[in-house]
């Protein structure tokens, strides 16, 4: 009893966050520094999130980390940083700003899931990173229409890690190099002014050529990486046929590193979509959990509309839509039963 008492536990749920502007290249692999400034938007965790507990006691002999229940190597180089951050933090405790360092360590891309709302990673120019850091650009109420929808898209293969894969671009394509100098600048100073503004049309473009831009640096590496699958095309065309129809961007598309598509849209524009891509993905087995997170109403496909998309349909192309939308930033649990971890300081039985 008296050992349990000594023990002190947080539990805390994060976002995960989506790029519009997107970070590929290290200019630092160990301080994890990028070559180019980047901005994402952060999805809301009632439809997707992580839980973490962290759990301190004298009567801990060791540090040890479980990931999705299993137990990981505490000793991988990324932890080690973390870590090592963090007890840093730890003895200056309550030095916010230095946060994103820490999250920056584990995944760069992490440091943008510290805030709500739009998000951006300034690169920063100093060699130990201190100013490499992320900042809000404007929280999660600022753009209450827009919304987000997850397609995903089957893997075909396994695919090259970000880690490897940003590396070798680094080391091979110049188009990359040309992306880092010459084009991101102006599209960061472009993305904020559309956030601030609501401008989807101008937020929608830049995000679709921005997600092209970042597919070409990875083609243009060398050997290729090929993050998109023949579904990934298939919906960039739908999503430029729909907006063709209509004579405006309604819609965007963004693919990271794999071949499922986030796609933006503005509240009344869902369920027409989601329509759209119903008749050019029919689903397969689960018709009734295709749609996943806020509810869309069912609305039927004009002839017109139908007749633009001019598509063979896919059966099961996509396995299934996540709609969901902007979202704040990290939540701290209060409640008890949140933890993961039990008194004794190993993991909970999965419910
Ligand atoms: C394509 O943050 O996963 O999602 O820093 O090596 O861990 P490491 O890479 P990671 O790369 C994310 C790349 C991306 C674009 C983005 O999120 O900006």
Known sequence: MASEKQLVAVTCTAPVNIA???????????LILPINSSLSVTLHQDQLKTTTTAAISKDFTEDRIWLNGREEDVGQPRLQACLRETY??????????????????????????????????????????????????????????????????????????STAGMQTSVETSSLLRFRAESVVPAR????????????????????????????????????PISYLSDTSRRIVQLVHRFNAHHGQTKVAYTFDAGPNAVVFALDDTVPEFVAAVR???????????FLKGLPVRPVPLSEEL?????????????????ATQVGPGPQILDDRQAHLLGPDGLPKPAA
């Open 20 to 30: 519009v502007i997107k970070y590929w290249g290290k200019r630092d692999e160990d």
């Open 88 to 161: 840093a933090l730890a003895r200056v405790y309550g030095v916010e700003s230095d946060l994103s360092e820490v999250a920056r360590r584990g995944s760069g891309s992490a440091c943008r899931s510290l805030y709500g709302g739009f998000v951006e990673w300034q690169m920063g120019e100093r060699a130990d990173g201190k100013d490499s850091i992320a900042r809000q650009v404007a929280p999660e109420s600022h753009w209450p229409e827009l919304r987000v929808l997850i397609l995903v898209v089957s893997a075909e293969k396994k695919l090259m890690g």
């Open 188 to 223: 960061m100073a472009e993305m904020t002014r559309c956030v601030q503004e609501r401008d989807f049309q101008g937020f929608g473009q830049l995000t679709m050529k921005d997600s092209n831009q970042f597919h070409a640096t990875c083609l243009d590496t060398f050997p």
């Open 279 to 289: 008749q050019c993905f029919p689903p397969e087995l689960n018709g009734d959990k």
């Open 306 to 322: 139908k007749a633009a998309l001019d598509v063979d349909p896919t059966p099961g192309g996509v396995k299934y839509i996540i």
